[in-house]
């Protein structure tokens, strides 16, 4: 009994791993494959991605690491609900300050024009990831295998429905960076 409960973690994680893996590509396919898309090129927009979002994964590597560790531990519900509303607040401000700091040699680095509009929903992606790193940690430590499954298909099920409307509608790099978000909001 023991060894299949920990045979359909495996099978649940794994099919966690699998759906990060389809949210890693998920911005590239809309703006590769949409049909009314006419924004910024993939290139240009991997590169401001990148400059702007990936120190902010490195943080929610780090935050997961360190939360995991102590979640093993103890997890209580209101240490847990604090812990994630620090993280929030935090990141936003490192958000606002580390992107009004790349806006400020947007002509130095090269990187492609966007509305205020679009730096605003970045900052929100950023929080988000980063948050996910403290729920990723409490569900590695201890969630079951039927709850995982469940919430892998309610986000398989949420991803087909934003890549079909993005497919279909997606036509400005703000509603791309809004379906990503809210994809990794799911």
């Not at 079909?164 to 997606?170: D, K, V």
Request: one cysteine or more; hydrophobic letters at 60%.
């Amino acid at each position: 009994k023991s060894y299949q409960s920990e045979a359909e973690i495996f099978v649940a994680f794994a099919i966690s791993l699998l759906i990060m893996s389809i949210l890693g590509i998920f911005d590239r396919l809309i703006l590769d494959h949409s049909l009314n898309y006419s924004g910024i090129s993939f290139e240009d927009y991997f590169y401001l991605m990148t400059l702007v979002v990936f120190p902010f994964n490195l943080l929610g590597s780090y935050i997961g690491y360190v939360a995991a560790r102590h979640f093993r531990e103890k997890l209580i519900l209101n240490h847990f609900l604090t812990l994630t509303l620090q993280t929030i607040i935090g990141t936003f401000i490192a958000a606002i300050i580390w992107i009004n700091l790349l806006e400020y040699f947007t002509i130095w680095l090269d990187l492609p024009s966007v509305s205020k509009f679009s730096w605003a929903l970045i900052a929100i992606l950023i929080v988000i990831k980063t948050a996910y790193a403290l729920l990723s940690a409490a569900t590695a430590v201890k969630a079951k295998a039927k709850a995982l499954f469940l919430a892998n298909g309610a986000t398989t099920m949420i991803l087909i429905l934003i890549g079909i409307y993005c497919y279909y509608y997606a036509t400005s790099i703000e509603q791309v960076i809004m379906a990503f978000t809210l994809a990794w909001l799911s």
